[in-house]
């Protein structure tokens, strides 16, 4: 019996490493890729796009909490413009916070916590994080990374409540840095 139960063992502590092996740092997530306007992201497992109109390109949003939800917006820029001629990551995040996190007649309040750039395959990102108080009083988390490809800003964003930010940080983290353009 003993015999059995070690080999049984050594089958499957091989397999039970080549399966540990298989997972990936992205891990909860799924790829969202759009050929046409050359941008791709991972976003959350049990997350469903929503159409929008006259909004974000797409919108997916969680399932069991509504508000938790992931974007991308994109808009046009003069071709030649490249991020660094539009400010250091700084001045672009806070500008982004005035024109779409908190803009004047939104009732919002957003705070710039960290702005930096990052390199990605010859691209340049600003990586942001948004502290931003609601009008009722409520506080949200906003992580957003902005680029520039082929005329255009793309800027993706994902935001959840306050109370539910430290649950759901890294893998939001996980979602930001995944976002690229092509």
Not at 14 to 41: E, H, K, N, R
Not at 125 to 132: K, N, R, S
Not at 163 to 176: A, G, P
């Amino acid at each position: 019996m003993l015999k059995k139960i070690v080999a049984l063992c050594l089958c499957l502590v091989p397999i039970a490493l080549t399966l540990t092996g298989c997972v990936s740092v992205g891990g909860g997530l799924q790829s969202f890729v759009d050929t046409t306007d050359g941008y791709q992201f991972l976003y959350p497992n049990g997350w469903v796009e929503v159409k929008v109109s006259d909004g974000p390109d797409v919108v997916f949003h969680d399932l069991v909490e509504a508000t938790e939800n992931v974007s991308v917006v994109i808009s046009p820029v003069v071709q030649e413009k490249t991020l660094t001629d539009l400010g250091t990551p700084t001045e672009v995040g806070y500008k982004l916070s005035k024109n779409a996190i908190a803009p004047k007649d939104s009732s919002r309040e957003a705070e710039l916590v960290s702005a930096q750039a990052r390199e990605y395959k010859a691209k340049t990102y600003y990586q942001l994080e948004y502290a931003v108080k609601l009008a009722d009083g409520r506080q949200r988390h906003n992580l957003a990374s902005v680029a520039i490809s082929r005329g255009k800003l793309f800027t993706i964003n994902i935001s959840t409540s306050d109370k539910r930010w430290q649950k759901v940080s890294d893998k939001f983290q996980q979602v930001i840095n995944s976002f690229s353009v092509y």
